[in-house]
């Protein structure tokens, strides 16, 4: 997959349904969002976690053509590529003030964590989504993408 440049790493359009309120509901909001990392985005200084996903470790290498990446960074820059200019939608799933925004958001109708957990490049994070994205996570395994082809 050919994924853009760090260069891209800026502020994108999203609409975000109640995303700023403590509980869920269906206000929207424009605001700038920039991709923090392959399962957080910023909105307005407040950190928004992209609900049921786990991305890769910071430490976890994956290696192609004989030299390793950070497999975080490339799960970083398929979240900008999938966002890109695009408007984004969340919904709210836990909006606790005492910890980050947790969302389920998407760009033209398709699941954001649906899109990373099948790639590769993010996992599901059963803690959270009592399995929800379980199936995809299997896939992607199975068919060995993304980080999952350098295990």
């Known amino acids: 997959m050919n994924l853009p ?23 929207t ?3 700038e969002i920039s991709v923090i990392a392959g399962d957080r985005i910023e909105v307005e200084g407040r950190d928004i976690h992209l609900w049921g996903v786990r991305a890769p470790e910071a430490d976890a290498l994956c290696y192609g053509n004989g030299q390793g990446e950070p497999c975080a960074r490339v799960s970083h820059r398929l979240l900008e590529a999938l966002i890109g200019k695009e408007e984004v939608i969340c919904i709210v799933k836990d909006g606790r003030p005492d910890k980050p925004v947790s969302a389920q958001c998407s760009v033209d109708g398709a699941d954001l964590g ?10 599901d ?10 199936l995809q996570e299997q896939a992607a395994r199975t068919e060995r993408v993304g980080m999952w082809k350098y295990r």
Do not use: D, K, V
Not at 7 to 15: D, K, P, Q
Not at 125 to 133: H, K, L, Q, T, V
């Open 29 to 31: 909001l424009a605001a």
């Open 5 to 27: 440049s760090a260069a891209l790493r800026g502020f994108y359009r999203i609409a975000l349904a109640a995303l700023l309120m403590p509980l869920a509901g269906h206000a």
């Open 125 to 134: 994070n059963r803690a959270e989504s009592a399995g929800f994205y379980e």
């Open 114 to 123: 649906h899109l990373m957990i099948t790639s590769g490049w993010a996992t």
